[in-house]
């Protein structure tokens, strides 16, 4: 049984690889390979996190870790999929306000969906 500390140190790391897509499989691998899940507790989870609203990748995880370790284990499990998501978001966040200029503004933003709306002007 993985410990609270499991679950967050496997998710990031599965949120890490996972970039960009293919989050269901790393946690397939990453559950079945720990041997924390049989192969039809993994489909039955997986297709529970498919039929619930939201995020397939958070929805995955909050059960995987909800069956493995109660609610608690949801809440880690779910802290370690979305955290270097929201640290990558900070780092951009940070790197365009320290530009000269920082963000654009609103009149610019408006010009650039301009082609989405050709009958307004800026």
Known sequence: MPTHADLLRVFA???????GGGLPAHM????????WMTELDFAETYTLAQLTPGPNAVNLAAMIGARLRGWPGALWAVVG????GLIAMLAVTVVTLGLPGG???????????RPARPWRSC
């Open 13 to 19: 790391g599965v949120a890490m690889v996972g970039i």
């Open 28 to 35: 397939r691998r990453a559950a079945l390979g720990r041997a």
């Open 81 to 84: 999929v979305l955290t270097p």
């Open 103 to 113: 963000l654009p503004a609103p009149c610019r933003v408006r010009c650039a969906a």
